[in-house]
């Protein structure tokens, strides 16, 4: 096969998957990871670039992520976090903010719900929730607290007889403008405690306003939320949210989508880098023909893979029950570094082409400074990987 001819699907990495980690699934998980590889790629791909072009999200496409039955595989489904991890990286390789989307919803709302939810709750909610007839979102942001909400929540919640009234600001609240509940974390005026509540979006004194001029994840709707006497019967108080030691359960789970979202993001780089390289041509030649751009696609699945490998171990200790919240933060701190290499050099090697969404680098490329900031920055994850080989905290 000649260097012009070559047919790039056909090629033995085609997947990626260099180190065949997904032999590591069972065979019932892989058949259902090409179901899903196959569902993203017919709907959501194809869509990716001029939803995110018109910053607009397709509901559209809601009824078919229901159909496809993606909410809870791990506690509903019963399949392992390496299978759920796979499956985010693969949503993200075929579009950031679906996987976003769905990471709110799944991940962070519902992980809330089946964490800290008492039976009587979860039995009331969940099956809404698992079937995305109710969407979710969830508020722990605020405009002026982000890695230091543990310590400084200041949307307050009180306890009034039989409800709550919950006061405050949220920012940053992905699905927050179309979701009909948000999980809302407030810190007690009785007794300064963080506490969860499920909060109905069309009680009085909510409002959420869509967060605009973007340059990452356009077709996520984030908000500002503002609570302003909000009324939460107490049966809405969630049952096990009660600190923010609480809260963090959820957290160090969702941690650890964030970095599988970091290696489908690389991955995605990998996918139009390499068919740009072979598909484009330079002084008469492929540009995949010249070492330096071998090179830098190598670096990139390089990057991806060793990100993949880490993301892999930390799913089977989270199945074996022995994931540690600081395995989780190196994982984000590094998988995200090497994403933000990644992407970089797949901008590069498009050139001028990098730069416009057309060629679906710059989408990448824009999309990766999300997933490096979001679920705790790489600077605070580095350094309660720090504390936690040290001894010593340097979080101020």
């Given at each position: 096969?000649?260097?012009a001819?070559?047919?790039i699907n056909?090629?033995?990495?085609?997947?990626?998957?260099?180190?065949a980690f997904?032999q590591l699934?069972?065979?019932?998980?892989?058949?259902?990871?090409?179901?899903i590889?196959?569902?993203l790629?017919?709907?959501?791909?194809?869509?990716?670039v001029?939803c995110?072009n018109?910053?607009?999200f397709?509901?559209?496409?809601?009824?078919?992520?229901a159909?496809?039955?993606?909410?809870?595989?791990?506690?509903?489904?019963?399949?392992?976090?390496?299978?759920?991890g796979?499956?985010?990286?693969?949503a993200?390789?075929?579009?950031?903010?679906?996987a976003?989307?769905?990471?709110?919803h799944?991940?962070?709302?519902t992980g809330?719900?089946?964490?800290?939810?008492?039976?009587?709750?979860q039995?009331?909610?969940?099956p809404?929730?698992?079937?995305?007839?109710?969407?979710?979102?969830?508020?722990?942001t605020?405009?002026?607290?982000?890695s230091?909400?543990a310590?400084?929540?200041?949307?307050?919640?009180?306890?009034?007889?039989d409800?709550?009234?919950?006061?405050?600001?949220?920012?940053?609240?992905?699905?927050?403008?179309?979701?009909?509940?948000?999980?809302v974390?407030?810190?007690?005026?009785?007794?300064?405690?963080?506490?969860?509540?499920?909060?109905d979006?069309?009680?009085p004194?909510?409002?959420?306003?869509?967060?605009e001029?973007?340059?990452?994840?356009r077709?996520?709707?984030?908000?500002d939320?503002?609570?302003?006497?909000?009324v939460?019967?107490d049966?809405?108080k969630?049952?096990?949210a009660?600190?923010?030691?609480d809260?963090?359960?959820?957290?160090k789970?969702?941690?650890?989508?964030?970095?599988?979202?970091?290696?489908?993001?690389q991955?995605?780089?990998?996918?139009v880098a390499?068919?740009y390289?072979?598909e484009?041509?330079?002084f008469?030649?492929p540009?995949?023909?010249?070492?330096l751009?071998?090179s830098?696609?190598?670096?990139?699945?390089?990057n991806?893979v060793?990100?993949m490998?880490m993301?892999v171990?930390?799913?089977?200790?989270?199945?074996?029950?022995?994931?540690?919240?600081?395995?989780s933060?190196?994982?984000?701190a590094?998988t995200?570094?090497?994403?933000r290499?990644?992407?970089?050099?797949?901008r590069?090697?498009?050139?001028?082409?990098?730069?416009?969404?057309?060629?679906e680098?710059?989408?990448?490329f824009?999309?990766?400074?999300?997933i490096y900031?979001y679920?705790?920055t790489?600077?605070?994850?580095t350094?309660?990987t720090?504390?936690?080989?040290?001894?010593?905290s340097?979080?101020?």
């Amino acid at each position: 096969m000649s260097k012009a001819s070559v047919d790039i699907n056909n090629l033995p990495y085609a997947d990626g998957d260099f180190f065949a980690f997904e032999q590591l699934l069972t065979a019932k998980e892989q058949d259902r990871l090409a179901e899903i590889r196959g569902f993203l790629a017919r709907e959501v791909r194809p869509i990716a670039v001029d939803c995110w072009n018109r910053g607009e999200f397709p509901m559209e496409l809601i009824p078919k992520l229901a159909e496809i039955d993606l909410v809870s595989p791990v506690r509903r489904q019963g399949y392992s976090n390496l299978f759920a991890g796979l499956v985010h990286a693969e949503a993200t390789r075929a579009d950031t903010s679906i996987a976003t989307f769905m990471g709110v919803h799944d991940g962070l709302f519902t992980g809330s719900i089946e964490a800290l939810a008492s039976q009587e709750q979860q039995d009331a909610w969940l099956p809404d929730i698992y079937s995305l007839k109710k969407i979710g979102a969830f508020g722990l942001t605020e405009p002026l607290g982000g890695s230091d909400v543990a310590g400084g929540t200041r949307t307050t919640a009180q306890r009034d007889g039989d409800t709550w009234i919950l006061n405050g600001a949220k920012r940053w609240i992905g699905n927050a403008t179309f979701s009909d509940w948000v999980v809302v974390y407030a810190r007690d005026l009785a007794d300064n405690q963080v506490k969860g509540f499920l909060v109905d979006t069309a009680l009085p004194g909510f409002s959420a306003t869509k967060i605009e001029n973007k340059i990452s994840l356009r077709t996520v709707q984030n908000a500002d939320i503002v609570l302003e006497n909000v009324v939460v019967p107490d049966f809405f108080k969630l049952a096990g949210a009660n600190s923010f030691r609480d809260t963090n359960k959820v957290l160090k789970v969702t941690r650890l989508s964030v970095g599988w979202q970091a290696v489908g993001q690389q991955l995605a780089a990998f996918d139009v880098a390499r068919r740009y390289a072979v598909e484009r041509h330079q002084f008469g030649r492929p540009l995949a023909s010249f070492q330096l751009v071998q090179s830098q696609l190598v670096q990139i699945l390089g990057n991806a893979v060793s990100s993949m490998g880490m993301m892999v171990r930390l799913s089977q200790l989270e199945d074996a029950g022995q994931a540690k919240d600081e395995q989780s933060a190196l994982a984000k701190a590094f998988t995200t570094a090497r994403m933000r290499e990644s992407v970089a050099i797949g901008r590069s090697l498009l050139g001028g082409n990098g730069i416009v969404t057309d060629f679906e680098m710059a989408k990448i490329f824009a999309d990766a400074e999300a997933i490096y900031s979001y679920e705790g920055t790489h600077e605070i994850n580095t350094l309660v990987t720090g504390r936690a080989i040290t001894g010593i905290s340097a979080i101020v």
